[in-house]
């Protein structure tokens, strides 16, 4: 557990005591109230913002640009739950209590980054608060509805209550994330945790949006990954591994053949080519699938 540091140094403690947090989060989820016995719900998301805007400031001094191998924009970004929100998510999880959400305080890093570096970003956050590696939540296996990250709980001593969570992605998986969360306005916020969308004709909608995470977006970042290995050690010792990725992603056997073979000599641009522009192209289609569905969803409601 880490103590006061950076701009945590000037936050005060969160407001309420434990018991109180409780009671007013029971309150919010059985009767929808913004306040229990003098506790304001808007007191905890002001402080949870100010929480937010420190961790905020401080991640930003740590220079996250430095640990890619190429120059890259460092999104960092963040928010506190509104009580509709955290009502939500208190229903959904009864035994849950205000105080322990971890998320109350959240902040989302991004990056156009492989998964190694992703992976060197986390370190640099866990380290820089000091947490345990047990507070490192790797979200990227596919079991979680399509959504990919790593997430960072973080939880300080000092100031009192100074719990929040850091999610650090890579450009597909934010823009994945932006997608399907458009889709989770659109068709229930329980297709996030798995459930089923309860009008039958969303159900494909969403399977084909968890599919583009796990078939489409989680190989091109393996073959992304594995490449930038390759550029690096200048030499390609693993000629099946690229094939098999080719392949993953739809590549024709032939093709996948052909190409694989040519990755042998480095000053051929045929995989960066090909990378860059799956790249492009499935970060475009999840944007426009994104934009799609807000408008659908604000149709349904004129």
Known sequence: MGARRGAMAQLPDRPGSLNQLKKLGDAIRDSDVEAYRGLHYRE?????????AAA???????????????????????????????????????????????????????????LTHQDR????????????????????????????????????????????????????QGRWANMYEALADAFGRDIRYGA?????GAVPIVEMAQRLSTQQVAPLEELKGFWSGVRRSGKLNNEARLFELLEQLRYDTSGAQRIARLAHDLSDQSIDEFINARVNVLSQALREIES????????KGE
């Not at 460092?74 to 035994?95: F, N, P």
């Not at 799609?292 to 149709?299: E, I, Q």
């Open 44 to 52: 905890v998301w002001s402080w949870c913002n100010d929480l937010v």
């Open 56 to 114: 905020v400031r401080d991640i930003a001094d740590l220079d996250l640009v430095s640990v890619l191998d190429e120059p890259a924009m460092v999104s960092v970004t963040g928010r506190a739950k509104i009580r509709q929100t955290v009502r939500e998510k208190l229903q959904r999880r009864r035994s849950d209590k205000l105080p322990s959400i971890q998320d109350l305080a959240g902040v989302r890093i991004e990056a156009d980054m492989t």
């Open 121 to 172: 970003m986390v370190e640099a956050i866990r380290r820089h608060f000091d947490q345990e590696a047990e507070a490192v939540h790797d979200l990227r296996d596919g079991s979680h509805a399509g959504y990919r990250g790593v997430h960072v709980w973080v939880r300080l001593d000092e100031p009192r209550g100074a719990w929040f969570e850091v999610q650090v992605r890579t450009l597909l």
């Open 196 to 200: 089923r969308p309860t009008s039958p």
């Open 292 to 299: 799609d569905v807000r408008s659908f969803s604000l149709g």
